[in-house]
Nanobody, 121 residues
Framework: QVRLVESGGGSVQAGGSLRLSCTAS????????MGWFRQAPGKERERVIV??????SPEYADFIEGRFTISRDKNTLYLQMNSLKPEDTAVYLC????????????????WGQGTQVTVSS
């Protein structure tokens, strides 16, 4: 079982920045994808930056508009968020998926508990 732990959330004013981290441990091997999702109150979970293919650039949600970037160092995934807006307020979740045939990322089945990001105007 893969265990994911997020950190780095907090409260910031609009225009501020945060850097989230997600560390994977447990039953992992080198072949897994990691991505970021978020869920705002009363809304469905949505993709933020999520790899679809392990060897290609991840997919970025339209609302990012160049403000967020993703990076990975072995088993730790980062999300750098700049120019934050109040509408970015949400619980940010990290998820992992095994790499399948053709180097595609499988279903994201392993999830962290999430870290709260609150952006005030």
């Amino acid at each position: 079982q893969v265990r994911l732990v997020e950190s780095g959330g907090g409260s910031v004013q609009a225009g501020g920045s945060l850097r989230l981290s997600c560390t994977a441990s447990g039953d992992i091997d080198s072949n897994f994808c990691m991505g970021w999702f978020r869920q705002a109150p009363g809304k469905e979970r949505e993709r933020v930056i999520v790899p679809v293919h392990s060897l290609q650039s991840p997919e970025y949600a339209d609302f990012i508009e160049g403000r967020f970037t993703i990076s990975r160092d072995k088993n730790t995934l980062y999300l750098q968020m700049n120019s934050l807006k109040p509408e970015d307020t949400a619980v940010y979740l990290c998820a992992a998926a095994r790499i399948m045939g053709g180097d595609y990322c499988g279903r994201y089945l392993s999830w962290g508990q999430g870290t709260q990001v609150t952006v005030s105007s």
